[in-house]
């Protein structure tokens, strides 16, 4: 968008984008605010919190905004750096993963997510994800091998409403890769970092 060109909507669209900004930043410092203040001393900074490339994730968050997605499921919490960034987006979170959250994000700052600890390979598992169903995004983050991130986007992509986006984390990791350029209609995030891919759902 040109600065000498902008209309009146426009101006309104560039100051609630750069407000939807200052909440990610402030989203991003919440986590180091957790992660600082218990007590415990680190050494990898920022694994383990949110295992993301802080502007290759905003550029995904830039699709989210204008979704505006009402329910939210994740594959693979870990810690729930994520799981924070969509409940700032959604009101209704829904976060799976294996194990229960590690790390130490206190609970009581998820106060509008769901968690649901199981296999996701598991059709128990999915039973469970499919109770809340339909989801306006999926984020695949689970279990990384290709036949894994296959059987996760098979198994529940179809729990996408039409018009949804399903992302994948660690498009640049190869066993990831391999399945994903099997997709047609992928887009990847330009920042490229650990590569976040997306893809609408007709
Ligand atoms: C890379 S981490 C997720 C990182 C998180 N999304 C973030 O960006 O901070 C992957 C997570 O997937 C979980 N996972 C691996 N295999 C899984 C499976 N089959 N079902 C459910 N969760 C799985 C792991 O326990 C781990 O917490």
């Known amino acids: 968008m040109e600065h000498g060109s902008l209309t009146a909507s426009d101006h309104i669209l560039a100051t609630e984008v750069k407000m939807e900004r200052y909440i ?10 957790a992660r600082n203040n218990d007590g415990v001393e680190r ?3 920022g694994r383990g919190f949110i295992q993301q490339d802080k502007e290759e994730f905003w550029q995904l968050m830039e699709y989210l905004i204008e979704l505006k997605p009402q329910k939210i499921l994740e594959i693979g919490n870990a810690c729930g750096g994520t799981t924070l960034f969509w409940q700032a987006l959604a009101p209704e979170v ?11 994000i206190p609970g009581n700052y998820f106060p509008n997510v769901t968690f649901i600890v199981g296999d996701a390979h598991k059709q128990e598992t999915l ?14 983050d689970g279990d990384h091998c290709t036949e894994g991130v296959k059987q996760d986007y098979e198994m529940y992509s179809p729990l996408v409403r039409s018009g949804g986006i399903v992302g994948f984390h660690d498009y640049n990791h190869d066993p ?22 997306i893809l609408k759902v007709s």
């Open 127 to 140: 039973e469970e994800a499919k109770v809340f169903a339909p989801y306006d995004f999926l984020f695949i």
């Open 94 to 104: 829904y976060s799976l993963d294996i194990k229960p959250l590690e790390g130490h």
């Open 176 to 197: 990831v890769r391999t399945f994903l350029k099997k997709l047609d209609g992928l887009t990847v995030m330009p920042m490229d970092r650990f590569g976040i891919a």
């Open 43 to 45: 050494t990898n900074e």
């Open 24 to 33: 990610y930043d402030c989203v991003w410092d919440r986590i180091w605010i």
